[in-house]
């Protein structure tokens, strides 16, 4: 979910790109992605705190 600003040409070719290679989104998909735009802020730094955690722990996998 998102959008894109620019100079004509340079929205077209990234449409043409978004087409190709991701499809569009399904109305549930929209529809959880609205859900989403109306939590509350703490549940999001929540998650974004344990997606961190869990790259930070495959990055020192990784590093082994």
Do not use: K
Request: charged share 25%; hydrophobic share 40%.
């Amino acid at each position: 979910m998102g959008y894109l600003t620019g100079p004509r040409e340079v929205v077209d070719a990234a449409a043409h790109v978004h087409r190709t290679h991701n499809g569009s989104l399904n109305t549930a998909v929209q529809h959880a992605a609205l859900a989403a735009l109306e939590l509350p802020d703490g549940i999001v730094d929540a998650m974004v705190e344990r997606y961190r955690q869990r790259r930070e722990l495959s990055a020192d996998f990784a590093g082994e």
